[in-house]
């Protein structure tokens, strides 16, 4: 059975139908908070069997769920967040207004384990990315840009950047806020009149997205069975080739169809240990003396998954799809194990950065915006963090979020830079426009790096008082986002790190295999 959506995606559907939708998954509206738009009852269509859907049940507030946020109170929510943020209180350094980019489809793209310190640069004469360097050519770029991950690493960034508030520091964000009602950035856009799906070549059960990407408000996700096992690469799912030709075929669909839409890619091909890419395919050759080491199979694995963007990017100009569209590619976690690197990792490091490789350096993701029509750079070296692609992808297409509590900032707004740290250094690290602090123990005053070449710095006033901000924003999102309506999201799915899984145990959620293919 396939079910459809509100009665103005019906054409979509059809499109999409055309297509197979063997692994996709309607997500039935949430109830409406914070001043969003829910979706109207959906309606149901007979498919032949190779195309059955698989079921999701409605989330449909629990009755021993607690109350909901009114309108009013997401404000109030927010109002206490900027008091503390100031995310507006800059000057505006686009020179296009907020919603310029109004009915724009939107397309992210989370890139597995992509460090900053690949972009730009090459090794034994190869570069590692040279699809994304070319398309930063006419892009806005962010080089020091921030993950902010917890234990669920991938899921986590997810999570952080469909809600610009913050994973938490002792789960998953997938555990700690599952069944929540939040009004993300798919439930922001559906307001809009926007459609929205999710694609990803694991199970949805990995991880428990699905009562994610239900909680968020994305209208359906594609999943394992989608892609049938076609071109498989290690033991996670489909490649990257095979995530992007796929997805292409949809956006297509969706273009014709007149109605805008959200697309989130997850790519997957990338994952450590890095081992996925048959020689063949390697779009780097690993020189000789790397062979063998993980940097030496890291650098081919991510060459592959800029190839597969290269090709994706190909095909949405060839559609028009690229015309029309935002396009958003970012890393979602560090593809380096340690905050200090040894042997041929820290000379490969060292070679691409000009200096020793560091803490500051392990969390630096690249972040790059391309607007529809953009044909020239705009670099900017201020800090971000995931936190702050919600925002900016609102004020381009000009979505409220005065009562949709955030604690990013859009980034066509220079009002200084506040990214808490979840992961790999010590509890309530941050970054602010100059240094990574990292507190230190009891009353010990912590430690400073300058976040832009990591040498040691001195604590200013300014740093501890940023500590203090950091930890009421932390707090303020954790009790928003546990104070939100729950429902019933069905089946829980399995947690497969074990730090995370120890954590999770109290909330009842099981490892159950590798999260490959089928359950």
């Given amino acids: 059975m396939v079910r459809t959506f509100r009665r103005p995606t019906l054409i979509v559907v059809a499109a ?39 079921p999701v049940r409605p989330a449909v507030a629990s009755s021993h769920s607690s109350t909901a946020p009114s309108e009013s109170e997401g404000a109030r929510v927010q109002a ?7 995310s507006l209180d800059g000057s505006r350094v686009a020179d296009f207004a907020v919603g310029a980019y109004r009915g724009k489809n939107v397309i992210l ?53 469909n809600t610009s508030l913050y994973a938490p520091q002792d789960q998953a964000s997938t555990v700690k806020y599952a069944n929540r009602v939040i009004p993300g950035l798919p439930r922001v856009l559906r307001g809009a009149g926007y459609d929205s799906f999710t694609i990803h070549p694991n199970a949805v059960l990995f991880w428990n997205r699905k009562q994610m990407y239900e909680g968020l408000g994305f209208n359906r996700y594609y999943d394992a069975g989608f892609f049938r096992g ?75 998954s800029d190839l597969a ?5 190909k095909d949405l100009k060839a559609s028009g799809v690229w015309d029309n569209s935002i396009v958003v590619i970012y890393g979602d976690h560090t593809g380096m194990l340690t905050n200090k690197l040894g042997g041929r990792r820290e000379l490969v490091a060292k070679q691409f950065l000009g200096r020793s490789y560091g803490p500051v350096d392990r969390q630096r993701i690249p972040l790059i915006i391309h607007l529809p029509g953009q044909t ?66 009891g009353s010990e005053a912590g430690s400073a790096q300058d976040v832009f070449d990591g040498s040691a710095r001195t604590p200013s006033a300014q740093d501890k008082a940023d500590l203090v901000r950091v930890r009421d924003l932390m707090r303020i999102s954790e009790s928003y986002l546990l104070g939100l309506e729950k429902f019933d999201g069905g089946e829980q799915g399995w947690i497969p790190d074990s730090i995370a899984r120890k954590a999770a145990k109290p909330y009842g959620f099981l490892q159950r295999g590798k999260g490959v293919g089928s359950l």
């Avoid at 992509?114 to 034994?124: R, S, T």
């Avoid at 962010?142 to 669920?152: A, E």
């Avoid at 799912?237 to 949809?250: I, T």
């Avoid at 900032?409 to 509890?427: D, E, I, K, M, Q």
Wanted: hydrophobic content about 40%; some cysteine.
């Fill in 376 to 441: 020239k750079p705009v670099r900017r070296t201020d800090v971000a963090g995931q936190v702050d692609i919600m925002p900016t992808i609102a004020d381009l297409v000009g979505a409220d979020l005065a009562e949709v509590p955030h604690t990013g900032r859009s980034l066509f707004v220079n009002s200084g830079s506040l990214v808490p740290l979840n992961a790999y250094l010590p509890g309530d690290s941050f970054v602010n426009s100059k240094v990574l602090f990292m507190p230190g123990k």
């Fill in 109 to 161: 793209i989370q890139v597995e384990s992509l460090n900053g310190f690949l972009i730009g640069n090459e090794y034994g004469g190869q570069e590692v990315t040279p699809n994304l360097n070319k398309l930063i050519k006419s892009s806005w770029y962010w080089p020091n840009t921030f993950s902010q991950t917890g234990l669920g690493n991938t899921v986590d960034a997810e999570f952080i950047a």
């Fill in 80 to 86: 206490r967040i900027e008091s503390i943020r100031h």
């Fill in 230 to 304: 076609a071109d498989t690469m290690g033991e996670y799912g489909s490649s990257d080739e095979e995530l992007f030709k796929r997805g292409a075929k949809l956006l297509r669909a969706l273009d014709a169809s007149g109605t805008p839409f959200y697309a989130q890619f997850i790519t997957l091909s990338a994952h450590a240990p890095f081992i996925s890419i048959p020689e063949s395919r390697q779009a780097f050759r690993a020189p000789e003396e790397l062979i063998g080491s993980l940097i030496g199979d890291y650098l081919p694995a991510e060459g592959y």
């Fill in 309 to 313: 963007i290269g090709k994706f990017i």
């Fill in 16 to 54: 999409l139908l055309a297509l197979g939708l063997a692994g996709c998954a309607q997500l039935h509206a949430a109830p409406t908070t914070s001043g969003t738009t829910g979706a109207s009852s959906a309606t149901t269509a007979s498919s032949s069997p190779d195309r059955t859907a698989v």
